[in-house]
């Protein structure tokens, strides 16, 4: 479903956006298949449903194409989930979890330089030090709403924006 108020949804992304220059990685990790978290900032506690969660001060969340490059080379990417497995009996999926963990040292601390969204759900993070993230949505909005990515805040208005295929979307939680 398309955003009833784009505008309103511009300014939570370009206030999430803006917010990331300056804060480090803090965390990087996969899950289910090729989607991927990056933590930036410090680990704030919050109050969740089940007690207390922690939370970083910036998350993003994506379910989309993406890559992580230093240079010319993708260290690691989406598609990485697509290659044969390294062993016998292990996922693919748990190839490109593998290295994202071996990445790790060499990514973590990482401080965002610049942080902008382009055309068609794309976001670009720019790391001092070279290192690059881009997140490119490959999904026509011919299929159904999938959330691509999602841009989280810890603190504040608590605002989530999400990139689906017809757009972008502002979502609060217990609202969604």
Same mark, same amino acid.
């Given at each position: 479903?398309?955003?009833?108020?784009?505008?309103?949804?511009?300014g939570?992304?370009?206030?999430?956006?803006?917010?990331?220059?300056?804060?480090?990685?803090?965390?990087?990790?996969?899950?289910?298949?090729?989607?991927?978290?990056?933590?930036?900032?410090?680990?704030?506690? +919050? @109050?969740? &449903?089940?007690?207390?969660?922690?939370?970083?001060?910036?998350? %993003?969340?994506?379910?989309? /194409?993406?890559? $992580?490059?230093?240079?010319?080379?993708?260290?690691v990417?989406?598609?990485?989930a697509?290659?044969?497995?390294?062993?016998?009996g292990?996922?693919?999926?748990?190839?490109?979890?593998?290295r994202?963990?071996?990445?790790?040292?060499?990514?973590?601390?990482s +401080? @965002?330089? &610049?942080?902008?969204?382009g055309?068609?759900?794309?976001?670009? %993070?720019?790391?001092?030090? /070279?290192?690059? $993230?881009?997140v490119?949505?490959?999904?026509?909005?011919?299929?159904?709403?999938?959330?691509h990515w999602r841009?989280?805040?810890a603190?504040?208005?608590?605002?989530?924006?999400?990139a689906?295929?017809?757009?972008?979307?502002?979502?609060?939680?217990g609202?969604?």
């Amino acid at each position: 479903m398309r955003d009833p108020h784009p505008d309103a949804t511009d300014g939570h992304l370009r206030r999430l956006l803006a917010a990331l220059p300056g804060l480090p990685l803090t965390a990087f990790c996969a899950f289910e298949g090729f989607a991927v978290t990056f933590d930036f900032g410090t680990r704030n506690r +919050v @109050v969740a &449903r089940s007690g207390w969660a922690y939370a970083s001060d910036v998350s %993003l969340h994506v379910q989309c /194409g993406w890559r $992580l490059a230093f240079g010319e080379l993708v260290m690691v990417g989406s598609d990485d989930a697509h290659q044969p497995p390294a062993e016998p009996g292990s996922g693919a999926a748990d190839r490109m979890a593998e290295r994202v963990v071996e990445l790790n040292p060499a990514v973590l601390g990482s +401080v @965002v330089r &610049r942080a902008r969204a382009g055309p068609g759900g794309r976001l670009e %993070l720019r790391f001092v030090g /070279g290192l690059v $993230l881009d997140v490119v949505p490959l999904a026509s909005p011919a299929l159904p709403d999938d959330a691509h990515w999602r841009l989280i805040e810890a603190a504040g208005a608590r605002v989530h924006v999400v990139a689906e295929a017809r757009g972008l979307r502002a979502e609060h939680p217990g609202n969604a």
